[in-house]
């Protein structure tokens, strides 16, 4: 006679409540996730602004001047430096096919 030692099986009784709360955690766990990809994604558009520069225009120097919040030698002198900003940017002319060129080019 041979004896044949068995170990004990456990049998596992797995309620409908389980499968709820396993599935309730995968949930959250998917919008958490969604919700950080839209943080990235809100946070790099903010990042990636191109009007986070605050650009002045020659009218707006003149209110500043006439309001007292810049002096005339403020004025004078932003006043060159936009004027210089215009005049480095390249002028563009369009043609009458409508293709915008640069000002001087020869272009057909």
């Given at each position: 006679m041979q004896i044949v030692y068995r170990a004990p099986v456990i049998v596992a009784r797995i309620d409908t409540t389980d499968y709820l709360t396993v599935f309730l955690w995968f949930?959250?766990?998917g919008l958490l996730t969604l919700a950080g990809f839209y943080a990235v994604a809100a946070v790099r558009k903010w990042a990636l602004r191109r009007d986070a520069?605050?650009?002045?225009?020659?009218?707006?120097?003149?209110?500043?001047?006439?309001?007292?919040?810049?002096?005339?030698?403020?004025?004078?002198?932003?006043?060159?430096?936009?004027?210089?900003?215009?005049d480095a940017t390249p002028e563009r002319r369009a043609d009458d096919a409508g293709d915008v060129h640069a000002a001087g080019d020869d272009r057909p």
């Open positions: 949930a959250a766990a520069v605050a650009t002045f225009t020659l009218q707006d120097l003149r209110d500043m001047r006439t309001r007292g919040e810049i002096s005339d030698r403020e004025f004078a002198t932003l006043r060159a430096q936009l004027l210089a900003q215009v």
